[in-house]
């Protein structure tokens, strides 16, 4: 079983950035593919990116690309979610997940555990 920590939200102006990071418990991390996904409020829950088990794919939701990088630090246990040029439509809470499936699938059936999330704002 894998325990997923997330930090790093807050609020950020327009145009600014965040690094969200998340740490994963266990000696198993490096043998799950990780995602970050959002909600906000009154909204679906939205996938915002991915990466492979080794961290070299990634892939990204179509609302953050250019924009948002995830990587991942397997040392570390730690994934994270570097969001530049943040624009209000961002604010939602953010969640990493883990999966044993296809890295970088964009469907949260597919994870099997999750963070309790961690609060984005972004004023205009």
């Known amino acids: 079983q894998v325990q997923l920590v997330e930090s790093g939200g807050g609020l950020v102006q327009a145009g600014g950035s965040l690094r969200l990071s998340c740490a994963a418990s266990?000696?198993?991390?490096?043998?799950?593919?990780m995602g970050w996904f959002r909600r906000a409020p009154g909204k679906e829950r939205e996938f915002v990116a991915g990466?492979?088990?080794?961290?070299?794919?990634?892939n990204y939701g179509d609302s953050v690309k250019g924009r948002f990088t995830i990587s991942r630090d397997n040392a570390k246990n730690t994934v994270y979610l570097q969001m530049n040029s943040l624009k209000s439509e961002d604010t939602a809470v953010y969640y990493c997940?883990?999966?044993?499936?296809?890295?970088?699938?964009?469907?949260?059936?597919?994870?099997?555990?999750w963070g309790q999330g961690t609060q984005v704002t972004v004023s205009s």
């Open positions: 997940a883990a999966t044993r499936g296809v890295a970088g699938t964009p469907y949260s059936y597919e994870y099997l555990y």
């Open positions: 266990g000696r198993t991390f490096s043998t799950y593919a």
């Open positions: 990466i492979s088990r080794s961290g070299g794919s990634t």
